[in-house]
């Protein structure tokens, strides 16, 4: 049973101020796009004539992401930026488990001019798909920290996992699960999911099969990549010892290379610039964007490297700047740091129109305003000795990369420069007022955008619900995304940026020696290349938590020695503090008085609540937490919008839009639940 994106839809104005920085496919549209023009003018890009002649070819998006679930049920990845997808019925199915994210990958033609002829479809040419990928995790080495930041936070060396239970000659045939090289072609191929041929499996410890997914076609013949289920497991019983690194176990996240060879009408075959992708973990607030998302990370890199150009000023309002505020007010449904900023930094709403009106105003007379704000903005060009002190309560209030590092000014989350330098031309008034230009005609789906716009859109729409930040190791990805090695652009002038760098070692296994340390990461060592540079099936993943549920529990918030704000590492992937099911339920009800309905609004409940363990004993700690996820990821509940009450005896002050916490289940795990089993246990 499939669920596609629902009959939402995004204004053009809002997709503009929702796509970070869409040009950064096109480089030419920056100019066009920041001018305070309507979408019309901005999507003025590189559109082949109708004869051209297709030179080349390439996969988009550049990288996809998919998203584990435990369910047959899926839907579409994001392919429309700032249109997060809304899946019919939710993100769980009837029997609470959750539903696949699938990323459908296409095939965009392109003349000798690098302009934009169309899609490519089966049925104007003949498509054959590969796909390879892997989870190479327990054959990796563990996580400490990042390895890039320098004496800031330097680059703790991390050991081989698993090194006491496998040997070195067995690492390959134990610990690699390599789901191998599959292919398909066709409209509609293996529309059940059942054809063994497309199946990707591999096996750990010799004698577990692991599934890493399938692929199918569309009805264009379209690629449709599988995710697994979010299955992890020790076949040999071994204990959770830690966040990040527990011998003898797997899990099924996996990545590897998308290709397509495409045979077209006139004879020629033609292979097309290659794909990534990635099977991650779920989103669980899939309406809120993170602060800084992956795609900025990617572009931040762009820029820096002379990739793509840097966006001439004035900057746009709505496309620089207001993704940035929208986030920050958004951040206040997944946690209360964000919700009570006003109490402990002194500053507005985010979301109020009146206060995002004054942010946009450009004028002189605003000049202090502007001011006063950005300086409540971390700077991340600021490293000195006092930099932890001067720059720790300020936004956005999350840990950073170096949290192992006390009084590095990296201990707290830092923004990429490119965000921040546009925030710091946003407070010098070097940008125009264009929030509210724009037709307002909708766009629902690709279809709705400019063609030449399109394969820079689906990039953009995959990697922005991801988080850019902070790499402790991350949600979905690390810190190495945001270094050019890693990509094909640094190995050839004429590859497209967001192209992950394509590997040919003889083996999955990388082995750099007993450890690996960030010279090594970036230049190889034992023999082997290095390992932060041309990837291979099962390299992007590898670097994250073993199994991948007990990061996700052990980065909720951060108790410091003061109560109040509570830092929170990934609010928007996973939450905090959310407005339950239940109390939006109460504050709907027309038969409560307005001071009880909004006691039930202003409180809010912590996400993870019960993983710890439930009861009257003193049972609940961090490691069982860390362990209990493992089995009741599923149980977890997303954030989603509703309407707010809209009766005449409504409390004063609720949004007509609220993010409320549904589908969230029991998280008792000694016995099958159920109220008539009273609250305590047997």
Request: charged share 20%.
């Amino acid at each position: 049973m499939s669920s596609d994106v629902s009959n939402t839809a995004v204004s053009r104005r809002d997709f503009l101020a929702g796509a970070g920085a869409l040009a950064f496919g096109f480089p030419m549209l920056a100019r066009a796009a920041i001018a305070g023009t309507d979408f019309t003018e901005a999507s003025a890009a590189p559109v082949a004539p109708a004869d051209a002649k297709i030179a080349r070819l390439g996969i988009y998006p550049a990288i996809g992401i998919c998203r584990v679930g435990g369910s047959p049920q899926w839907f579409l990845a994001p392919e429309v930026p700032g249109l997060p997808s809304q899946p019919e019925g939710g993100f769980k199915d009837g029997a609470q488990l959750i539903k696949k994210q699938i990323q459908r990958f296409r095939v965009y033609a392109f003349d000798d001019h690098d302009r934009v002829i169309g899609e490519i479809t089966q049925g104007k040419a003949s498509i054959e798909w590969s796909v390879h990928v892997a989870n190479t995790k327990a054959a990796w080495y563990g996580f400490n920290n990042p390895l890039d930041n320098g004496e800031l936070a330097p680059g703790l060396p991390g050991q081989l996992r698993n090194q006491y239970f496998v040997s070195d000659a067995q690492r390959e045939q134990m610990l690699l699960i390599d789901g191998g090289r599959k292919t398909i072609s066709g409209i509609d191929a293996n529309a059940d999911g059942t054809s063994a041929a497309h199946a990707m499996v591999g096996r750990f410890y010799d004698k577990t099969d692991v599934g890493l997914g399938h692929l199918r076609t569309d009805d264009k013949g379209r690629l449709l990549v599988f995710p697994p289920d979010g299955v992890s497991r020790s076949p040999v019983g071994s204990p959770i010892t830690s966040f990040a690194d527990n011998d003898g176990w797997y899990d099924d996240w996996c990545d590897g290379p998308v290709g397509a060879t495409v045979t077209l009408p006139d004879g020629r075959r033609l292979k097309a610039a290659h794909s990534w992708v990635a099977s991650v973990g779920p989103n669980f607030a899939p309406d809120i964007p993170p602060i800084t998302t992956l795609y900025d990370v990617v572009a931040d890199l762009n820029v820096r490297e002379g990739w793509t150009d840097v966006p001439a000023l004035p900057l746009s309002f709505r496309k620089h700047i207001y993704p940035t505020f929208r986030r920050l007010g958004l951040a206040e449904w997944v946690a209360s740091e964000a919700n009570l900023r006003q109490g402990w930094l002194g500053i507005g709403d985010f979301t109020d129109p009146a206060y995002v009106a004054q942010l946009a105003d450009p004028s002189p007379e605003n000049a202090q305003f502007r001011s006063s704000i950005f300086q409540k903005f971390r700077n991340p060009e600021n490293i000195s000795d006092q930099a932890y002190k001067e720059e720790r309560l300020k936004m956005p209030y999350m840990p950073g990369d170096g949290i192992n590092y006390d009084g590095s000014p990296l201990q707290w989350f830092q923004f990429p420069k490119l965000q921040y330098a546009w925030l710091k031309e946003w407070a010098a008034g070097n940008f125009v007022d264009d929030l509210d230009d724009a037709a307002a005609n909708a766009i629902a789906t690709l279809d709705d955008i400019d063609v030449a716009l399109q394969p820079a859109a689906l990039t953009e729409a995959a990697l922005e619900p991801c988080s850019g930040g902070a790499f402790h190791p991350g949600v979905e990805l690390s810190y190495y995304m945001r270094l050019a090695p890693l990509y094909a652009r640094a190995y050839d002038s004429t590859q497209e940026p967001f192209r992950i760098a394509q590997g040919e070692r003889g083996s999955l296994l990388q082995n750099v020696g007993r450890l690996l340390t960030t010279e090594k990461a970036l230049k190889g060592g034992n023999g082997a290349p290095a390992p932060i540079g041309p990837q291979m099936p099962g390299d992007l993943t590898r670097w994250m938590g073993l199994p991948w549920q007990c990061d996700a529990f052990s980065c909720q918030q951060v108790v410091m020695q003061e109560d109040f704000p509570s830092a929170a590492w990934w609010p928007a992937l996973l939450p905090i503090d959310v407005l339950p099911q239940h109390h939006y339920e109460q504050l709907m009800r027309a038969d409560l008085s307005a001071d009880a309905r909004l006691k039930f609004y202003e409180t809010r409940v912590a996400w993870s609540r019960g993983v710890a363990g439930i009861g009257y004993h003193a049972n609940g700690s961090y490691w069982d937490g860390i362990t209990n996820m493992i089995r009741l990821w599923q149980h977890m509940g997303f954030v989603e919008k509703r309407a707010g009450p809209t009766d005449a005896g409504k409390p004063a002050g609720i949004p007509d839009e609220l993010y409320v916490e549904i589908g969230r289940s029991n998280t008792e795990m000694r016995f099958d639940w159920s109220l008539r089993d009273g609250q305590l246990p047997r």
